[in-house]
């Protein structure tokens, strides 16, 4: 069964660091998400990618975020200068069509020192 | 008020029993809505979703919306052990846009 996969894993960064996350989202979808979830909190909505354009980004999302879709398989989360409350699981969704089911990867776990 | 309220439970049920999970939203513009089970330290599995009023099935799982109610619901029949998990309800409005998840309900089934 296709799915979406991330990685690293685990991502262990000094406050300051530019990370990116990576992800493959499943092959014929065409919507694109990040979330988040801080230990113990709920998953935030972080930022919806269609189109080669960003559809929908949330408060969290400010200048120190970017997303990128710089092939036609991976899609990418970077953040330039990490903060330590930025340390959370990140995960990224995708989905194949207006309305369908939003299918999510296994998430990078990113620390900030 | 919250976007969406869910009760985080604990919930602790026998194997076998019939589960109710249910979650209730503020805005009526959300049309779409989703079942995922959340185990500790993994991603969210998305069990069902609808953009519908009604119910919705899928072997042991149905998923009933009341838009007029603002109220969703899971069930979950014959609960197994191994559907000891979190489970979050989440609402959206079509694909482009973001979903807003609840807090998540744990579930423990009892052997």
């Known amino acids: 069964e296709p799915e979406v996969t991330q990685t690293p894993s685990h991502q262990v960064t000094q406050m300051g660091q530019e990370v990116i996350l990576r992800c493959v989202p499943i092959?014929?979808?065409?919507?694109f998400y990040w979330y988040r979830q801080i230990l113990g909190q709920k998953v935030e909505f972080l930022v919806s990618f269609y189109n080669n354009e960003i559809s929908e980004k949330s408060e969290i999302f400010d200048d120190q975020f970017s997303v990128e879709r710089p092939d036609g398989s991976n899609f990418t989360l970077k953040i330039r200068s990490t903060k330590l409350e930025d340390s959370a699981m990140y995960f990224c969704a995708s989905s194949e069509v207006e309305r369908g089911g939003q299918f999510f990867g296994p998430g990078t776990r990113l620390t900030v020192l | 008020q919250k976007e969406v309220e869910q009760d985080p439970g604990p919930l602790s049920v026998p194997e076998g029993a019939i589960v109710s999970l249910n979650c209730t939203y503020s805005n009526s513009a959300f049309q779409y809505f989703m079942w995922y089970r959340q185990y500790s330290r993994k991603g969210p599995e998305l069990l069902m979703y609808t953009y519908s009023s009604g119910n919705k099935e899928d072997g042991r799982f149905t998923a009933q919306v009341d838009k007029s109610s603002k109220y969703i619901s899971l069930f979950i029949r014959d609960s197994q052990p191994s559907d000891s998990a979190t489970y979050l309800c989440a609402i959206g409005r079509d694909s482009r846009y973001k979903l807003i998840f609840g807090s998540g309900t744990r579930l423990l089934v009892r052997p």
């Open positions: 092959s014929n979808h065409l919507y």
